[in-house]
């Protein structure tokens, strides 16, 4: 039968972690599910964890030339074979709430005009300090989602994403398989926020319905690439790239617009 989930999991040397995220992808109810995990190690570091599973619903892949630190990339490799009705990226330090996939996908299938879902993060950790302000960073994140959601405008989440910290994070979304050609997949130009870029295309083409409920486990204190505070010269260069396309595709009048509103109202919603 055709999975209702196809998950997506680029991995990079993380054996133990990846597992992690591959069996909260698994022990979803309610859903069927394919796993892909794409390995980016050049020497293949999840295979025997990863094969060890044994679970027919999970295929593993090495790929062939690592991208040295491009999620982007790999990403891209596995949505085209993807069989399910959606689309599961999942990050492999993250892990699955319990009923997540059931819940998105229900959301997704009673707005069938809508093209992504999303819910809302708990983040998990050893360090306090880090653990405390991550919790807050998500808190105020689900309360701006909220907030665009009561608005039912989705130039408002947009608006969050270019302009504002973002309200999402890329293992938190389900989103329609049939949308990935259109968008032509994530953009491997962006080494950093590529996932905010994403979805915020997907989301001012076809709509998001937020869900306020935890269905993503967010490890916090990884190593990542954006918990490198050197990387903040490359997200900004991303960002202008992201603002570019965006008064490319939608114009410059609705671009300025956004921008404007996220200075004067959004702040203070």
């Avoid at 859903?31 to 295979?47: F, I, K």
């Avoid at 599973?53 to 990403?75: F, I």
């Avoid at 998105?104 to 405390?132: C, I, M, N, S, W």
């Amino acid at each position: 039968m055709t999975p209702d989930v196809s998950v997506v999991v680029p991995t990079f040397r993380r054996p133990a972690l990846v597992v992690e995220a591959v069996k909260s992808a698994l022990s979803q109810d309610g859903v069927r599910v394919e796993v892909q995990v794409l390995d980016d190690s050049p020497e293949g570091s999840a295979r025997e964890p990863v094969l060890a599973l044994g679970d027919a619903r999970v295929r593993y892949v090495q790929r062939d030339v690592p991208t040295g630190g491009n999620p982007a990339t790999v990403r891209n490799e596995g949505w085209p074979r993807a069989t399910g009705r959606y689309l599961h990226f999942l990050d492999d330090d993250d892990r699955v709430a319990p009923g997540a996939y059931q819940a998105l996908a229900h959301a997704l299938d009673a707005h069938p005009e809508r093209g992504v879902a999303f819910g809302r993060v708990e983040p998990f950790g050893d360090d306090a300090q880090v653990l405390a302000r991550q919790t807050a960073y998500f808190e105020d994140a689900a309360r701006r989602a909220r907030v665009a959601q009561r608005l039912g405008s989705r130039r408002w989440l947009v608006a969050n994403m270019m302009f504002r910290p973002t309200v999402l994070v890329n293992s938190a979304c389900l989103i329609r398989r049939e949308l990935l050609p259109v968008l032509d997949g994530y953009d491997p130009r962006l080494p950093l926020v590529e996932d905010v870029d994403f979805y915020l295309r997907a989301i001012r083409r076809a709509g998001a319905v937020f869900l306020d409920r935890v269905v993503l486990e967010y490890r916090t204190g990884a190593p990542s690439l954006m918990h490198n505070e050197r990387d903040a010269k490359k997200a900004v260069s991303a960002y202008r790239l992201i603002h570019e396309r965006y008064r490319r595709e939608w114009g410059a009048l609705e671009f300025t617009a956004l921008r404007l509103a996220t200075r004067t109202v959004l702040r203070w919603l």
